[in-house]
């Protein structure tokens, strides 16, 4: 049999009193709860919303709705409002032994894992790390212009009017040069004694043919 919390009345676990809230949360979810707003969070897989209802934040208890909020929400708040101070200490004392659990249990993990587990570990840690609203707002916009920056210069894209016209230019230049080394050949050949002289190997390094084509590579 369930025991009732310290200083709640008698009349609280009466089957009277377990019949009322049964139906006052009945009739909450028939008559209020579809026209509430709901939590802003969506599938990865099907990309539908979620179905939950949302809290003051815009997300229900399962997506971050009970995270708190404010500059300071990712350090220990060890006195709310209205707490005493045996409430904080006991808070604290809790809050101790509860990391001290959790630094062995991840001790006891960490021995266990390889070393390429544990650079993995280490990465997804330090992705992770919490801050102010200003720092992971900053941190999110970093990362998403350096996904921009990838993504743009792993683009294939086609080339602009004046690099065309340059090409164009390059490869106009490069038959002109090509036919000038015909023509320069040709009036060597007919030159009188020029016999022998189609060999490249006898030419002065300036009649060479190609020797102008290293002014375009």
């Not at 840690?125 to 919490?130: D, I, Q, S, T």
């Not at 200003?134 to 970093?142: A, I, L, M």
Request: positive net charge; proline residues 6%.
């Amino acid at each position: 049999m369930k025991r009732r919390p310290p200083g709640s009345p008698a009349w609280s676990q009466s089957v009277e009193w377990r019949e009322i809230g049964r139906r006052a949360i009945t009739a909450w979810n028939r008559d209020q709860r579809p026209f509430l707003p709901k939590c802003s969070a969506k599938a990865k897989q099907t990309g539908e919303r979620c179905k939950q209802t949302a809290l003051p934040n815009g997300k229900c208890y399962v997506h971050g709705g009970r995270t708190p909020s404010g500059d300071e929400w990712h350090r220990m708040q060890l006195k709310g409002r209205g707490a005493s101070l045996e409430a904080a200490e006991r808070k604290l004392r809790t809050v101790k032994q509860r990391r001290k659990k959790r630094a062995a249990a991840a001790a006891e993990r960490a021995a266990s894992m390889t070393p390429e587990e544990l650079a993995d570990l280490e990465r997804r840690r330090k992705a992770a790390r919490p801050g102010t609203l200003g720092e992971r707002g900053q941190r999110s916009r970093d990362r998403a212009a350096a996904k921009r920056f990838a993504e743009l210069r792993d683009a294939e894209r086609p080339p602009s009017a004046a690099v065309a016209a340059l090409r164009d230019a390059t490869a106009l230049l490069r038959a002109d040069v090509a036919r000038k080394e015909a023509e320069l050949k040709a009036a060597v050949l007919e030159a009188p004694g020029a016999a022998g002289a189609g060999d490249d190997e006898d030419w002065p390094d300036w009649l060479r043919p190609g020797t102008a084509k290293g002014l375009f590579e």
